[in-house]
């Protein structure tokens, strides 16, 4: 299904939010503030214009785009500073969707990128139309120009949206008023209205196909979309739920003053919708969200925190154990113990945790060949804990590396 986007351009020099044109920092120049404002805002991609004349100025930029691609969950088309292959390689590295060519400088780069990163993976800029053999190379032309038809056209101008939208290759509109207070899930309810498609939130089931409480309202079980943490529950009538909808962020009917309650109106703790469900009985929803700040009014980051009954029990919940260790890793490296084996290998440096990866890595080789399982399982432990060795040393956090395994 292709939709028509709305894509909010960041322009970066030295790992700050510019204007441009000036180079001037904007605001706090923080980028990653500025894209997730944008992501909760409803943009739908984000186009990043890496403005760097230097090899610093370019590695703060790459920096910044990773930090960007590890906190917001849509994706990034980055470009701006290409002179070899490896500038494309680590635009695509920060996790972005696409990275784009110049066709004024990198046309003798295009055909290389495109063959080892695949042609989805690259877009060009350009203001001229392309001919036939640099069409395949390519999924998306990046222009100032709103009247080219070779292939998707993402259009950088202020031109009428709703005229753009309607061209028959246009893949999103990237315009100088996606400021961040621009309300694109308000402009694409517009877009809609005059049958543009475009990704807004619909629900597959009416608010009176749900089955209500004695009230007539309907329970929300709130969770954390990343950690499945309980933060809260709340209630919901028909306008709370078609608001939600509306808007993407969580809006309920508080029983206590009678009138819908936007969570996080009054003190800046929205949360943003990511799935809505209802269960078997269709008389609860379980609502994932982005939470801003905390969800209690307390300042808990759950509402249930009143600890009734307790019983010891193993979490081996995977990711849980992971973080565990991983943390235990961080504080050996931050607050070191002595006589601790973590510690003797950050002592040692990079060579001895590189060193004990591979040994470890034969290990697993040889425990494969054997037929008892066992064995492997705990060379793989070995394996594993002097890898989280090696991430703490380099600063790599287990986030960034499911991110990247789940963009693959």
């Keep these: 299904m292709k939709y028509f986007n709305l894509i909010p351009s960041i322009y970066l020099y030295n790992g700050r939010v510019v204007n441009k044109d000036s180079k001037d920092i904007i605001g706090d120049g923080n980028p990653v503030t500025l894209a997730s404002i944008y992501d909760n805002n409803g943009a739908d991609e984000l186009l990043i214009f890496d403005l760097s004349s230097t090899d610093s100025e370019h590695e703060a930029n790459i920096s910044a785009m990773i930090h960007i691609a590890d906190t917001v969950d849509i994706p990034m088309i980055v470009g701006g500073n290409v002179h070899r292959l490896e500038d494309v390689k680590k635009y695509i590295y920060t996790g972005a969707k696409k990275a784009m060519l110049s066709a004024e400088n990198n046309m003798d780069l295009l055909e290389e990128a495109s063959a080892r990163f695949g042609s989805e993976n690259i877009a060009l800029y350009t203001n001229e139309n392309i001919d036939c053999s640099v069409k395949e190379k390519i999924s998306l032309v990046i222009s100032d120009r709103k009247d080219l038809s070779d292939v998707d056209i993402l259009y950088i101008g202020e031109n009428n949206i709703k005229e753009f939208a ?39 089931m009416k608010f009176s196909e749900f089955k209500k409480n004695g009230d007539g309202l309907l329970p929300v079980i709130v969770q954390d979309y990343k950690t499945d943490k309980v933060l809260m529950l709340a209630y919901m ?158 600063g790599v956090s287990w986030k960034e590396i499911t991110k990247e395994l789940s963009r693959r």
């Design 166 to 204: 309607n061209q028959e290759k246009a893949y999103g509109i990237s315009s100088e008023i996606f400021d961040e207070t621009f309300d694109f899930m308000r402009c694409k309810s517009e877009l809609k209205a005059e049958n543009i498609l475009v990704n807004v939130f619909e629900s597959t």
């Design 237 to 394: 009538n028909e306008d709370a739920f078609n608001k939600t909808i509306e808007t993407g962020k969580m809006t309920y009917f508080s029983r206590s003053r009678n009138e819908l309650w936007l969570k996080g109106e009054t003190s800046g703790h929205y949360q943003y919708v990511k799935e809505l469900y209802m269960d078997c009985d269709v008389d609860t929803m379980l609502a994932k969200v982005r939470q801003i700040g905390v969800p209690c009014h307390t300042g808990a980051d759950t509402c249930f925190f009143r600890e009734l009954v307790k019983k010891e029990y193993d979490n081996t919940n995977p990711m849980k154990v992971f973080e565990d260790v991983f943390n235990v890793i961080l504080d050996r490296k931050e607050h070191p113990k002595e006589g601790s084996y973590t510690n003797y290998l950050f002592d040692k440096g990079i060579d001895k945790i590189l060193k004990k990866i591979g040994e470890e890595a034969t290990e697993i080789v040889i425990a494969a060949k054997n037929p008892d399982s066992q064995e492997i399982k705990y060379e793989i432990s070995d394996f594993l804990y002097h890898v989280m060795v090696l991430m703490a040393e380099k």
